[in-house]
Structure formats: structure tokens, C-alpha cells
């Protein structure tokens, strides 16, 4: 067997940043690239380069003729994350039969790049698997975009050597006789 490049192409992408500080403390550069060409990018690897960088190499499905693909290409250093529990509070006093929880975060976001750098930042709180249990959002700094299942969602323009903080608290609320598994330490 042997290797042969079939086409060398050079396609529009939209740059941004994903991160997940609660898994990792890393933003990963994304790319959407759109197929401004004549050709139906075939399924198989590919190489991808950033600039001149080679970033690493990705299988593609079928991308017919401008349609739009995502490729990540690795952790970006220049965008720095941090995420730490700022706030954990246990009422004391019991109301009716019921005991509360809270809980807050604070997400550190800061832009190291000379150009700006958009970045979307997901993080979460607990879903319930039991109706006794209630969980809130209490508050944030920046209201999420989105909140679905317990995901938050928020996008954020970072300028070059910029600083940003995400902070928000929720609570659980529960039967003073259950154990609840699964919350913050």
C-alpha cells in the first residue's frame, strides 16, 4: 500500500473555542468549515493545518458542495480556564421536613492571544432521577443562553489579554431522611 495526497484545499472556517470546564481545564480551538469547492470531500482521514501548524488529523464523513463541517484542532494555551467551588452551604435549620443545599461556582476565562477569541463555555448542574428532589438555578452573573437538562450554556467574546468571570449557584432541595448521591464535595 501506499500513500498519496489526492488534494491539498484551502477552505473558509470560522474559529472559536469550546471548553467544558467542569471535565477539563482546557478551551479547544474549533473550526466550521464550509466546502466552497467543486468536489464531494470523500469519508476517510485527513490532515488538518492551522497557518502553517499541523494540528492533527480527522476523519471525515461524506461534506457534499457547501455544506458545513466541524474539525477541533487541539487545546489552545493562549486561552486560559478555570473553574472552582466558591460556595457550598447546608441550611441548618430544617423547613417542614425538607433540607437545602448550596452550591456556587466560579468560572475564570482569560484571552492570552493578541486577537479575540470567542468562546462558548458549558458547564451544569444536577438533574434529579427522583421527584422528591429539586434542583434551581439561583443565580448567575451572565444569565446562559441556553439550559437544557441541567447544561448552561454561554458564549462569550474574549478581546485580546482579556479577563472574564462566570459565576452561578443552584440548590437542592430534598427530604431530610434521603441520601442524595452524587453532589459536589
Known amino acids: 500500500t501506499q500513500k498519496v495526497t489526492v488534494a491539498t484545499l484551502d477552505l473558509p472556517a470560522k474559529l472559536d473555542h469550546v471548553t467544558a470546564p467542569k471535565l477539563v481545564d482546557q478551551a479547544y480551538l474549533r473550526a466550521t468549515i464550509t466546502n466552497d469547492t467543486d468536489y464531494v470531500l470523500?469519508?476517510?482521514?485527513?490532515?488538518?493545518f492551522h497557518e502553517s501548524d499541523f494540528v492533527g488529523a480527522t476523519r471525515l464523513e461524506t461534506v457534499a458542495k457547501g455544506q458545513e463541517f466541524e474539525a477541533f484542532l487541539g487545546a489552545?494555551?493562549?486561552?486560559r480556564v478555570e473553574r472552582e467551588?466558591?460556595?457550598?452551604e447546608v441550611d441548618k435549620a430544617f423547613i417542614g421536613n425538607t433540607r437545602r443545599q448550596t452550591y456556587g461556582y466560579k468560572i475564570e476565562l482569560e484571552n492570552l492571544r493578541e486577537q479575540a477569541a470567542s468562546v462558548i463555555v458549558y458547564?451544569?448542574?444536577p438533574v434529579p432521577r427522583h421527584e422528591s428532589i429539586k434542583?434551581?438555578?439561583?443565580k448567575a452573573n451572565v444569565?446562559?443562553?441556553e439550559e437544557d437538562l441541567g447544561?448552561?450554556?454561554?458564549?462569550?467574546?474574549?478581546a485580546p489579554?482579556?479577563?472574564?468571570?462566570?459565576?452561578?449557584?443552584?440548590?437542592?432541595?430534598?427530604?431530610r431522611d434521603m441520601t442524595v448521591i452524587g453532589l459536589p464535595d
Do not use: H
Not at 470523500?42 to 488538518?48: N, R, T
Not at 467551588?85 to 457550598?88: G, K, P, S
Open 123 to 125: 458547564d451544569q448542574i
Open 143 to 145: 444569565a446562559p443562553e
Open 85 to 88: 467551588l466558591v460556595d457550598r
Open 135 to 138: 434542583i434551581k438555578l439561583l
Open 151 to 158: 447544561i448552561l450554556k454561554w458564549t462569550l467574546d474574549l
Open 42 to 48: 470523500l469519508p476517510g482521514p485527513a490532515s488538518i
Open 76 to 79: 489552545d494555551d493562549a486561552v
Open 161 to 175: 489579554q482579556e479577563k472574564k468571570e462566570l459565576r452561578f449557584s443552584f440548590q437542592v432541595e430534598y427530604p
